[in-house]
Structures are given as structure tokens and as C-alpha cells.
């Protein structure tokens, strides 16, 4: 299926209210009412695009998450609108607003249906590079050889590569190889997607990402490499029994588990969009800025695989002319 390029656009605004929506709860100190704004706009926004959508990755099942849960129907739903599958995650970084601090982002990923893995919320191993690193990577390879690959395609000492981990006891092996080979380090609390992103902008300093983070955030952050010519590999990482079961209830045998996943089997096919909103200032993109007489300013990036544009939206909204906007406030208190 062709996925309208006009979707792209429909896509940003989705995030824009979210990334609006969440900003509100900067360094309030309260993630829980921060995500709930962010999943409250996403999902009010999403009824004005023209998809026929399915959430495969979204905020948990149905009798765990009130909106946007796995399997949700979503969209304007007209007779002609195109079935897609939809991988959310309205505030990547709910501590990072919280706490005001960096790289907080409300993302989307969107393709034809049955194109994008439905993963399990667990764990997963990764490692994700940039375009100029395409091909060079192995999971199931030592660390230092990827390292070693890796430098070799951008030409770089390994002293001068960079590799971003997450900064979780979990990794604290890792961090230690990386450190006994000579590449640079930088760790980050929160936000995994935006992480892995970075790999694929000079600008960031980030060559390769490594280790365990969320699976489904790993779908998502595999439809923005796709878009950028990126690469990237997982494994899922079931650490506990209780993950296990949510690897059984979608039908996961233990090959499935062990099996290596391309950034093929995470995103199929090339027609694929991407949409991301800045909720914090970041590495990539700025946070909404509120500037008084009901302005708001945000910051997103969109991308579409087909063709491998990627746009930067710089845009002002008028908050007291948006009825999203408006009725969230409502709502919210505000």
C-alpha cells in the first residue's frame, strides 16, 4: 500500500499537541499527570487524521491504559481512509519533564498494516548507527569489533567515537569494555528514541548506540532509521517472568525471543513515516517555548522512508484558537 505524503504533515500535528499539551507539566515534578496530558492530546489530535489507524505499540493493554492502548482503532476512519499500523510513545521522557530536564520528545511511527513488529513490552537488546555506518554493525559480534567497524566506516580513531548508553546499572559491564577499548561514552537518563536518532546527525556527536532498553521504543526508533538510512539490530531481553507472559500472549515462542531482528523485521518495506515533537530542548530538537499572549512555539522533525525527505517544522500556535488545546486545559485544570 502507498501511503499519502500528506500524512506526513497530519502526523506532526498529532505530536505538536501532544508535545503542547505535555510542556505544560515542565519541571512540576509530576510524570504521571505530564504523560497523561501528552497521551490526552495525542489522542484527541489523532481524531482529525484521515487513517484508518491500529496502536500496535501504544500505552499498554486495554485493561491497563485507557487511551491508545494495543489495538485501539484510531483516526477519521472514512470510508477511504488507509488502514496503518501506529507506534506511539506521547512522552518519551516522562522523568525529564518532570524534572525540566533535556531531550523530552512525543513521537509517532506509522506504516501500512502488518508493517511494523508488534513487540512486546520488555526489554530489548540494540545497537543503532547512522547512515555511514549502514551494514557494519552485528549484535551477536564482541563489542569491540562493532567499535572497531564502526570507526572504520566513518573513518574515525576510536578514540574520537562516540557511543551513547543508558545510564542503568544493567550496563554497567558494557560501559566498562567500552571504556578498556578507548571510545567515548555518553550516558542518558531518559529517552531512548531520541537517543538512537542521534546517531543519524553529525551535529549530536553520537556515532553508535548501545545496550538494553525498551522493545516497543525500539520499533519506533527503527521507522526513524529507516527514514534516515540508518541501521539497526535487537534482540528481545525478557528479564522477568511477568515479561515472559507478555511475550505468550502474543504468541512468542522462545526462537522468536532469541531471534536476531534487522531493522527489516522491525520496520517492513520503505513506506514508513516518522513524526517527532520537542517537549524539552535536546541534542535534535528545541522544547516548546510559551511566549505569552496565549503563543506557544515547537520544534518537530518528520520523516518519510519512501523517499528519505526529513523536514524541520519550526511553527507558532495560538492556543486560545486551538479546541484541542482549549479543552485539555479544561480538563487539566489550567
Same mark, same amino acid.
Given at each position: 500500500?502507498?501511503?499519502?505524503?500528506?500524512?506526513a504533515?497530519?502526523?506532526?500535528?498529532?505530536?505538536?499537541?501532544? !508535545?503542547?499539551?505535555?510542556?505544560?507539566?515542565?519541571?512540576?515534578g509530576?510524570?504521571?499527570?505530564? *504523560?497523561?496530558?501528552?497521551?490526552?492530546?495525542?489522542?484527541? !489530535?489523532?481524531?482529525?487524521?484521515?487513517?484508518?489507524?491500529?496502536?500496535?505499540?501504544?500505552?499498554?493493554?486495554?485493561?491497563k491504559?485507557?487511551m491508545?492502548?494495543?489495538?485501539?482503532?484510531?483516526? !477519521?476512519?472514512?470510508?477511504?481512509?488507509?488502514?496503518?499500523?501506529?507506534?506511539?510513545?506521547?512522552?518519551?521522557g516522562?522523568?525529564?519533564? +518532570?524534572?525540566?530536564l533535556?531531550?523530552?520528545?512525543?513521537v509517532? +511511527?506509522?506504516?501500512?498494516?502488518g508493517?511494523?513488529l508488534?513487540?512486546?513490552?520488555?526489554?530489548?537488546?540494540?545497537?543503532?548507527?547512522?547512515p555511514?555506518?549502514?551494514?557494519?554493525?552485528?549484535?551477536?559480534?564482541?563489542?569491540? *569489533?562493532n567499535?572497531?567497524?564502526?570507526?572504520?566506516a566513518?573513518?574515525?580513531?576510536?578514540?574520537?567515537?562516540?557511543?551513547?548508553?543508558?545510564?542503568?546499572?544493567?550496563?554497567?559491564?558494557?560501559?566498562?569494555?567500552?571504556?578498556?577499548?578507548?571510545?567515548?561514552?555518553?550516558?542518558?537518563?531518559?529517552?531512548?528514541? !531520541?537517543?538512537?536518532?542521534?546517531?543519524?546527525?553529525?551535529?549530536?556527536?553520537v556515532?553508535?548506540?548501545?545496550?538494553?532498553?525498551?522493545?516497543?521504543?525500539?520499533?519506533i526508533?527503527?521507522?526513524?532509521?529507516?527514514?534516515?538510512?540508518?541501521?539497526?539490530?535487537?534482540?528481545?531481553?525478557?528479564?522477568?517472568?511477568?515479561?515472559?507472559?507478555?511475550?505468550?500472549?502474543l504468541?512468542?515462542t522462545?526462537?522468536?525471543?532469541?531471534?536476531i531482528?534487522?531493522?527489516?523485521?522491525?520496520v517492513?518495506?520503505?513506506?514508513?513515516?516518522?513524526?517527532?515533537?520537542?517537549?524539552?530542548?535536546?541534542?535534535?530538537?528545541?522544547?516548546?517555548?510559551?511566549?505569552?499572549?496565549?503563543?506557544?512555539?515547537?520544534?518537530?522533525?518528520?520523516?518519510?522512508?519512501?523517499?528519505?525527505?526529513?523536514?524541520?517544522?519550526?511553527?507558532t500556535?495560538?492556543?486560545?484558537?486551538?479546541?484541542?488545546?482549549?479543552?485539555?486545559?479544561?480538563?487539566?485544570?489550567?
Amino acid at each position: 500500500m502507498k501511503l499519502d505524503r500528506n500524512l506526513a504533515m497530519s502526523l506532526v500535528r498529532v505530536t505538536e499537541i501532544a !508535545a503542547l499539551a505535555s510542556a505544560k507539566y515542565m519541571g512540576r515534578g509530576d510524570k504521571i499527570a505530564a *504523560d497523561q496530558a501528552a497521551v490526552d492530546g495525542m489522542r484527541s !489530535a489523532f481524531n482529525l487524521a484521515d487513517i484508518r489507524g491500529t496502536v500496535v505499540i501504544g500505552e499498554g493493554e486495554k485493561d491497563k491504559a485507557p487511551m491508545l492502548y494495543i489495538g485501539e482503532e484510531i483516526g !477519521a476512519r472514512n470510508e477511504d481512509s488507509m488502514e496503518v499500523d501506529i507506534a506511539v510513545d506521547p512522552l518519551d521522557g516522562t522523568t525529564l519533564v +518532570a524534572k525540566g530536564l533535556p531531550n523530552a520528545i512525543a513521537v509517532i +511511527a506509522m506504516a501500512p498494516k502488518g508493517c511494523l513488529l508488534h513487540a512486546p513490552d520488555t526489554y530489548m537488546k540494540k545497537i543503532a548507527v547512522g547512515p555511514k555506518a549502514k551494514g557494519k554493525i552485528d549484535i551477536e559480534a564482541s563489542v569491540e *569489533d562493532n567499535i572497531k567497524s564502526v570507526a572504520k566506516a566513518l573513518n574515525k580513531d576510536i578514540s574520537d567515537l562516540t557511543v551513547i548508553i543508558q545510564d542503568r546499572d544493567r550496563h554497567y559491564d558494557l560501559i566498562k569494555e567500552i571504556r578498556r577499548i578507548g571510545a567515548r561514552i555518553k550516558l542518558f537518563g531518559e529517552g531512548d528514541v !531520541a537517543a538512537s536518532i542521534a546517531t543519524c546527525f553529525e551535529d549530536t556527536g553520537v556515532d553508535i548506540l548501545m545496550g538494553i532498553g525498551g522493545a516497543p521504543e525500539g520499533v519506533i526508533s527503527a521507522a526513524a532509521l529507516k527514514s534516515m538510512g540508518g541501521d539497526m539490530q535487537g534482540q528481545l531481553n525478557v528479564r522477568s517472568d511477568e515479561e515472559m507472559e507478555r511475550c505468550n500472549d502474543l504468541g512468542l515462542t522462545q526462537k522468536d525471543i532469541d531471534r536476531i531482528l534487522t531493522l527489516d523485521d522491525l520496520v517492513k518495506g520503505e513506506e514508513v513515516f516518522f513524526s517527532a515533537t520537542g517537549i524539552s530542548d535536546g541534542d535534535l530538537l528545541d522544547g516548546v517555548v510559551y511566549k505569552g499572549n496565549n503563543q506557544a512555539t515547537t520544534h518537530s522533525v518528520v520523516m518519510r522512508g519512501k523517499t528519505g525527505t526529513i523536514r524541520f517544522v519550526k511553527a507558532t500556535h495560538k492556543l486560545d484558537k486551538n479546541d484541542i488545546l482549549i479543552s485539555l486545559m479544561k480538563k487539566h485544570g489550567e
